[in-house]
Nanobody, 126 residues
Framework: QVQLVESGGGSGQSGGSLTLSCAAYGDTYSNYCMAWFRQAPGKEREGVAGIDSDGRTIYADFVKGRFTISQDNAKNTMYLQMNSLKPEDTAMYYC????????????????????WGQGTQVTVSS
């Protein structure tokens, strides 16, 4: 099993940048496929970006060209660099992990992930 802890959320201006981190504890980080999800009030949780153990990445269309997912295996940590923020990026952001990597849809799907962090809030003002 792996435990996930997000950090780095906060408030930003439209057009600004924020970086989220997700630290993994308890198991070998490289065993897991990792992803970022978000959920805005009244909306379903949606996949934002994913990265596998080989560093291959996928992005939801609504963040392509603005967000970058990365990881540092030595630090057991995944990151989400968010640039050109928009008010519609306002949401609770969650990191997730699973031993099996299936990105056949082109974006991460929440039902495929067994391990979740507690979330970190991102608020973007116009």
């Amino acid at each position: 099993q792996v435990q996930l802890v997000e950090s780095g959320g906060g408030s930003g201006q439209s057009g600004g940048s924020l970086t989220l981190s997700c630290a993994a504890y308890g198991d070998t980080y490289s065993n897991y496929c990792m992803a970022w999800f978000r959920q805005a009030p009244g909306k379903e949780r949606e996949g934002v970006a994913g990265i596998d153990s080989d560093g291959r990445t996928i992005y939801a269309d609504f963040v392509k060209g603005r967000f970058t997912i990365s990881q540092d295996n030595a630090k057991n940590t995944m990151y989400l660099q968010m640039n050109s923020l928009k008010p519609e990026d306002t949401a609770m952001y969650y990191c997730a992990a699973d031993e099996i990597c299936d990105y056949s849809l082109g974006y991460p799907v929440s039902r495929d992930f067994d391990y979740w962090g507690q979330g970190t809030q991102v608020t973007v003002s116009s």
